[in-house]
Every structure is written in C-alpha cells, then in structure tokens.
C-alpha cells in the first residue's frame, strides 16, 4: 500500500486514480498508522511551501515521514512534494524544507513567463530505474513558479530547460522527486508511477 499523504494539496484523486490504472495499490492518509504500515509514500503537490509545511507540522507528520526515510521506505515527492525535500525555500519568504536533500528553492529566472505552465520535455542525465522505457526529450506536464537550485548534481537523473537549467527528476537512493505532475502527463506519466511501482514492489 502506498500512502499519499494528505497535506491539503489537492488534486490527489487524479494521483490515485493514475495509481490505481497501473495496478497499484494507495490511499489518500493523514494517519500516522497507515503511513507506517505503507510500502511506500508519496508527497502530492499543489500549493506554497509555507502552507504545505504548517499543515504537515501541524498533523504532526514532519518527524513520521523523516523516520521512516531514514529507515529506507521509498518517498516520492510530486512538484512542490519535491520541492519539500530540501533545506529551504524563499517562496514568499524563507522556509526550512525537510532537508532530506542539500539545495534550495528559489523561484525561475525572471526572464521568462512565470509561472513555468504546460508541456516541456525530460532530458535525461544519468539512467534510473524510475526512467525505465521512458525516451529522451519525452514531454510532461509542468505547473511551478519555483524550482530547485544549488542542488547535489549527482543526484540529478533528468533535467529541462526554462529559463534555464531546472530539475525535472531527482534522485539519492529510494527518495525520489518530480517537478512536473506525473499523473498529468499521459502515458509517459502512467510509466514513470509504473516504474516507482516496480521499484517498491
């Protein structure tokens, strides 16, 4: 069972039912039982940092999905679920993040449209299982106005351009992060919780 957990994000019926098309088993939780007996967790994304932190800490969910990272269970962080992971975020301000990640979020180069909305392509930097049968310069849906910057480069899997360089998958071991909205991006999207599926099974 993987668990999605609910921060108020919204949005996450669409993630359970792309879930659900690829055969994988997952409920929307706020429950610290269910998070714990999961197979795996998920991070939705829609919203501010500053929000998204407040309510999690407010559930008392900080330090659960801390713990079972460390512990090794795979976390899959979606667009600001991603964003999420690292130090810091100067989103309307300056925000500590999970700091599961080194890095920080800064919002996109202001010599482009913000926010960053529509199709854009993965280009792949490094192989990972979580890009298995996924090509080159495949295109995924993007809705972000903020993305991650001085980042571990090794930990970089694929990355597109807007306003230049911004990382669309992240990887370090079994945490794993999307900018763009898998569950939005059709069949490269359906692939993609396919093979986070594999990865966990």
């Keep these: 069972m993987i668990a999605i957990i609910d921060y108020g994000a919204g949005n996450m019926k669409s993630l359970q039912f792309a879930l659900n098309r690829k055969g994988l088993e997952c409920c929307v939780t706020t429950e ?5 007996n999961s197979t795996a967790m998920i991070l939705p994304g829609v919203g501010a940092f500053q929000d998204a932190m407040t309510t999690l800490k407010q559930k008392d969910l900080i330090n659960t999905i801390k713990d079972e990272t460390t512990k090794g269970k795979p976390l899959l962080g979606i ?15 300056e925000w ?12 996109i180069n202001y010599t482009v449209k913000v926010p960053h909305i529509g199709w854009n392509t993965l280009h792949m930097q490094r192989s990972s299982s ?9 295109f995924v849906y993007y809705v972000h ?11 970089l899997v694929a990355s597109t351009a807007y306003g230049g360089t911004i990382p669309a998958i992240v ?3 079994h945490i794993i992060g999307m900018q763009f909205h898998p569950e939005k991006s059709g069949n490269v999207g359906l692939q993609l919780l396919a093979n986070f599926g594999e990865m966990i099974s």
């Design 96 to 107: 500590e993040g999970f700091g599961l990640l080194k890095g920080k979020v800064s919002r």
């Design 79 to 93: 667009c600001l679920g991603m964003q999420l992971f690292y130090e810091t975020s100067e989103e309307d301000g």
């Design 145 to 155: 106005s903020y993305a991650v910057k001085e980042y571990a480069y090794n930990s």
């Design 32 to 36: 610290k039982k269910q998070i714990l």
């Design 130 to 138: 979580i890009c298995q049968n996924i090509p080159n310069n495949a």
């Design 171 to 173: 990887q370090q071991d």
